[in-house]
C-alpha cells in the first residue's frame, strides 16, 4: 500500500479489464436478446458470482499461483522446516490486494442482478452460499495445480485454462457447451455446483428447492479433497535448490 | 555493405527472440491447447447466441465461428505486455548501458518488440489454424486476393502491434504516468481490437468510436478482409488507416524517448 498513485492506477486497470469484458457481454445480449431462454440479468447473477469468488480466491491463494517461483528458489525448504501447516504458509506468502478491481466490477454486475431480478431473503442466502462455495472451487483449483509442480516444478500454462477459462465457461448457463465441457465443469471440477444448478432452479422453478441449498457444500469438499491431495503431493517434493 | 552491417545489430535481436521462443516446446503446446478449450468455449457461447435469433447480423454463424479461430490463432498479436526485460533494465537502471550501444535505441526496442510479436504469432498461429480449419470449423479465406489482402493486412498489424508495444515500453521511463498507461492500454485494446467479441456486434455509436482508434486494425480488420466483407476500396482505406497510426504511433514514441533520455541522471561510478 506505499505506492497509492500505483495501486490505484492497478485496481482501476483490473476493473477496466473485466469492466469491457462485461460491456461486451452486454453488447451482445443487446444484439442477441436472451442465451437458450436466460435474460441478461439472470446470466449477470452466474457472472456476478463466479466472477467475485474468483478475485477472492485468487487474492488469497496468490502463493499457490506463484507456487512454482517458490520452488524454483528452493524457498519451499524453509516453509517444510516451520511447525505450521505448509498450505497456509503458502496462502499467506502474497495477499493480492490488486483482485479488488476485479470484486468491485463483479461485485457490482451480482448486486445490480440481485435487485434486478427481485430476489427474496431465502435466494439471497443461496447466493451467499454459492459464494463461498465457489471461491472454495477456485482455491482448491489453484491448490490442485499448485500441486503439480511437486511433480514438474513449472506450472504448465494449460491450468490456465480450468481456472481462467472456468471463470469464462461457468459465467454462461452450462446447457450451451458440448458435453465433455459440462462433465468436467460439473464432475471434475465442481463449478456448476455452486453457480449453474443452483441459478437455474432459483430462477427457473420459482420455488425452493432444498437440494439447491446442499450443492454449494460441493465446493468445500473439493477445497478438503485438493488440500488431502497436496500433502499427498508434498511426500513427493525433491528440493531443487542446493 | 554499409548498409548491411547497419542491419547487423537489428537481425541478431531477432535471431535472439527466435531461439528463446523454439527453446520451450512443452510450453508452446500446452498453449495450443489452452488456445483451442478458449476457442471452443466461445464457438459454443456465440453458437448458442445465434440460437436465439438473427435478425439484423451482419456475419453469418459460419463467419463468427471463423472470426473466433481466428482470434485465437493470432492471439500473440495483441500488445498486452511491457518486454520483462525492458522493465528490469528500467528498475535497476541498467538502462543507461543501452545508450551506449552503436544503435538507434527507439529502432533497436522497436525491432525487439517486431520479434516479440512476429515470431510467437508465426509460431502459434500455423498449428492452431491447421487444427481448426481440418476439424473445428475455420473457413478458409473468401477468395485468394482476399487471401493476399489479409496477408498484407496481419504484416500491418504485426507492425502497428510493435509500435504500441514499444510505447508501452517507452512509458516505462516515466514512472505513474506509465504505470497508467501499461494498464489501460492493453484493457482497451482486448476491448477495441475485436478480440473480446466481433466489433460489427457492438451498438453502432460506440463502433465509429472505435473505427477511429488503432487497436481494430490489430484483429477486427485482417478477419474483416479474411472474411470477403470488405470493399477493395474499404481494404485500402484500412490499409492507409493502419499506417497513418503505425506512423503516427512511432513519432509519438521517439519523441517521448528523446525526452526521457535527455532526463536521465547517471548516478555512481
Given at each position: 500500500m506505499q505506492y497509492k498513485a500505483s495501486f490505484c492506477l492497478l485496481t482501476f486497470g483490473q476493473f477496466l479489464t473485466t469492466g469491457l469484458e462485461f460491456i461486451a457481454v452486454i453488447a451482445l445480449f443487446h444484439r442477441f436478446g436472451s442465451i437458450q431462454g436466460w435474460s441478461l440479468s439472470q446470466v449477470a447473477l452466474l457472472y456476478g458470482i463466479v466472477g467475485s469468488s474468483f478475485a477472492v480466491a485468487d487474492a488469497t491463494c496468490r502463493g499457490f499461483d506463484k507456487f512454482s517461483d517458490i520452488v524454483k528458489r528452493g524457498d519451499f525448504d524453509r516453509y517444510l522446516l516451520r511447525p505450521y501447516s505448509t498450505a497456509l504458509q503458502v496462502a499467506s506468502y502474497e495477499v493480492q490486494l490488486l483482485r479488488i478491481g476485479r470484486l468491485l466490477q463483479a461485485g457490482i454486475v451480482l448486486i445490480w442482478a440481485v435487485w434486478h431480478l427481485n430476489l427474496n431473503i431465502w435466494d439471497i442466502a443461496l447466493v451467499g452460499m454459492m459464494l463461498v462455495g465457489t471461491t472454495c472451487t477456485f482455491a482448491g483449483l489453484l491448490i490442485l495445480s499448485a500441486t503439480l509442480t511437486f511433480y514438474t516444478v513449472n506450472t504448465p500454462e494449460i491450468v490456465n485454462a480450468l481456472t481462467y477459462g472456468g471463470v469464462e465457461t461457468a459465467s454462461f448457463p452450462l446447457s450451451i457447451y458440448p458435453g465433455w465441457l459440462i462433465i468436467l465443469f460439473t464432475?471434475?471440477?465442481?463449478?456448476a455446483f455452486s453457480g449453474y444448478y443452483p441459478v437455474k432452479s432459483m430462477i427457473k422453478s420459482g420455488h425452493l428447492n432444498y437440494l439447491s441449498y446442499v450443492m454449494p457444500l460441493g465446493g468445500i469438499l473439493f477445497l478438503v479433497l485438493s488440500l488431502v491431495i497436496w500433502s499427498i503431493g508434498e511426500k513427493h517434493y525433491a528440493s531443487t535448490g542446493s | 555493405m554499409s548498409r548491411n552491417r547497419y542491419m547487423v545489430p537489428y537481425l541478431a535481436l531477432i535471431g535472439a527472440r527466435l531461439r528463446l521462443e523454439t527453446q520451450y516446446r512443452a510450453a508452446a503446446i500446452f498453449g495450443m491447447c489452452t488456445q483451442i478449450f478458449w476457442g471452443l468455449v466461445r464457438v459454443a457461447i456465440f453458437t448458442a447466441f445465434y440460437k436465439a435469433g438473427t435478425a439484423h447480423l451482419s456475419m453469418t454463424l459460419a463467419q463468427t465461428v471463423t472470426y473466433l479461430w481466428l482470434v485465437q490463432a493470432f492471439i500473440?498479436?495483441?500488445?498486452?505486455?511491457?518486454d520483462p526485460e525492458i522493465r528490469a533494465m528500467v528498475h535497476q537502471g541498467t538502462?543507461?548501458?543501452?545508450?551506449?550501444?552503436?544503435?538507434?535505441l527507439f529502432w533497436a526496442w522497436y525491432i525487439r518488440a517486431l520479434a516479440g510479436h512476429s515470431i510467437p504469432t508465426a509460431m502459434r498461429s500455423a498449428p492452431i489454424f491447421l487444427v481448426a480449419s481440418l476439424f473445428l470449423g475455420l473457413q478458409l479465406p473468401y477468395s485468394i486476393v482476399t487471401g493476399f489482402e489479409w496477408f498484407i493486412a496481419l504484416i500491418l498489424a504485426i507492425l502497428l502491434a510493435a509500435a504500441i508495444t514499444t510505447l508501452l515500453n517507452v512509458s516505462l521511463l516515466f514512472t505513474i504516468v506509465g504505470d497508467g498507461i501499461q494498464r489501460v492500454v492493453p484493457a482497451i485494446s482486448n476491448f477495441a481490437s475485436?478480440?473480446?467479441?466481433?466489433?460489427?456486434?457492438?451498438p453502432l455509436p460506440l463502433q465509429s468510436f472505435i473505427d477511429f482508434l488503432p487497436f481494430r486494425d490489430l484483429i477486427d480488420t485482417p478477419v474483416r478482409i479474411y472474411l470477403g466483407l470488405t470493399t477493395e476500396t474499404q481494404t485500402l482505406f484500412l490499409y492507409i488507416h493502419a499506417l497513418i497510426w503505425i506512423a503516427l504511433l512511432i513519432f509519438t514514441g521517439r519523441s517521448l524517448m528523446r525526452i526521457a533520455v535527455s532526463r536521465f541522471e547517471v548516478q555512481g561510478g
Open positions: 464432475w471434475v471440477v465442481p463449478l | 500473440r498479436i495483441m500488445p498486452w505486455n511491457v538502462v543507461v548501458y543501452e545508450l551506449l550501444r552503436p544503435v538507434d475485436g478480440m473480446l467479441i466481433p466489433l460489427t456486434f457492438l
